[in-house]
């Protein structure tokens, strides 16, 4: 252990890192089919205790996305305890005010009722997208508010800017894979998304992609769009560190994926191994324009 903290205080020195989590429990659902995705909150206590013993070397940003429960009470009851990190929560802000749910969880939800669960989930997470009325579904509404699926409400979301280390985000009203909406659809999504996050949170500095990865989930039209709509910070899911100049306004930033099925020590250096892989190719870029993505 001495050796990997040494490993990591090396690697990071000077860099920011943000991580990127979904939910938090301490044990893993039998219907999860990405168990991944919940981390034991024991686990990340000592991930963020070592991380915060680094606050003087490496600014650590801890982001949730998804705006579940178990999230909310985890940044809740930890902000206070890691004041050297920040936090930030990225909600879908229609799903949070209408209780509407994921279609992940509806499919999880189907499979342990008996009901119908279609084999090709990814076809389920899309098909029929419909950014007008996804969160109005019958099978979605009120999914926000049954366990094991529950999100945090609006009020929920509001208490947790209390604490002066933890901001929101805004998450997409439908969590829709972004590239994949025509012209018309995107700026209905993006709009009124922002619209619903201003309603219930205050300005909508940070944009969190739906699943995130540049390329796949969204590219220059949906960057240009949130820069227009005044994101200052847009949160993708390429994993790596980056340094402080990367963060120019609109900046797209990566973060460092940290999976639930993994022990401490593999968290530990994979944040290592990312940190490590960054500098070595930093050498070869400039370091101008966005973070290549
Ligand atoms: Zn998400």
């Known amino acids: 252990m001495s050796v990997l903290r040494a490993m990591m205080r090396e690697s990071l020195r000077g860099l920011n890192l943000a991580l990127y989590l979904h939910r938090v429990a301490e044990a893993h659902r039998p219907t999860d089919r990405v168990p991944g995705l919940t981390i034991k909150g024991s686990s990340l206590d000592v991930v963020l205790g070592e991380l915060s013993a680094l606050a003087s070397i490496t600014q650590t940003t801890v982001t949730f996305d998804d705006g579940y429960k178990d999230a909310a009470d985890y940044v809740d009851t930890r902000a206070p305890r890691f004041s050297s990190l920040r936090f930030l929560f990225n909600v879908c802000p229609q799903k949070a005010e209408q209780r509407a749910g994921f279609r992940w ?36 509404k009120g999914l926000a508010d049954r366990e094991p699926f529950r999100l945090a409400t609006v009020d929920e979301v509001k208490a947790l800017a209390r604490h002066s280390n933890v901001s929101l985000g805004n998450h997409s009203n439908c969590h829709f894979p972004l590239c994949r909406l025509n012209d018309e659809d995107l700026q209905r999504e993006l709009e009124s998304s922002k619209r619903d996050f201003e309603r219930h949170f205050g300005p909508m500095r940070h944009f969190a992609f739906p699943f995130g990865f540049p390329g796949v989930h969204f590219g220059r039209r949906e960057i240009t769009l949130l820069r ?53 190719r930093r050498a070869r870029r400039v370091e101008h324009g966005d973070f290549p993505l």
């Open 105 to 140: 969880d509806l499919h999880e939800h189907l499979r342990g009722t008996g009901g119908h669960a279609p084999d090709n989930v990814d076809q389920f997470l899309w098909e029929n997208a419909d950014v007008a009325n996804e969160n109005a579904r019958e099978e979605l």
């Open 228 to 280: 227009n709509l005044g994101a200052e910070r847009i949160w993708s899911t390429k994993e790596s560190p980056y340094a402080s100049q990367w963060q120019t306004p609109g900046a797209v930033l990566p973060r460092v994926q940290l999976l639930g099925t993994w022990s401490v020590k593999h968290m530990l250096l994979w944040i290592t191994q990312r940190a490590t892989v960054y500098r070595f």
